[in-house]
Nanobody
Framework: QVQLVESGGGLVQPGGSLRLSCAAS????????LGWYRQAPGKQRDLVAT???????NYVDSVKGRFTISRDNAKNTAYLQMNSLKPEDTAVYYC?????????WGQGTQVTVSS
């Protein structure tokens, strides 16, 4: 069993930065593939970025060059560094961990980009 807790969301002006954290409990963290997803009001939950257990990363086109996903297996924590934020990045951001057929989600953290 894995529990995920996101933090680091908030209100930021356009062009600003935030770093989201995802703290995990459970021994499978370091062998799980991790991802960040986001869901804007009235829209479906969409993939933002992923990082495999081996450290390979992938990003949706709209955040390439602005967001960076990383993981610290010693701390059981994943991160999403978000720079040059835009109003369209406003959403609830969710952390996800996948291990074989198991799929775990955090409760989400709100990110609002507005002047």
């Amino acid at each position: 069993q894995v529990q995920l807790v996101e933090s680091g969301g908030g209100l930021v002006q356009p062009g600003g930065s935030l770093r989201l954290s995802c703290a995990a409990s459970g021994s499978i963290f370091r062998i799980a593939d991790l991802g960040w997803y986001r869901q804007a009001p009235g829209k479906q939950r969409d993939l933002v970025a992923t990082i495999t257990s081996g450290g390979s990363t992938n990003y949706v086109d709209s955040v390439k060059g602005r967001f960076t996903i990383s993981r610290d297996n010693a701390k059981n924590t994943a991160y999403l560094q978000m720079n040059s934020l835009k109003p369209e990045d406003t959403a609830v951001y969710y952390c996800n961990a996948k291990y074989f057929t198991s799929n775990y989600w955090g409760q989400g953290t709100q990110v609002t980009v507005s002047s």
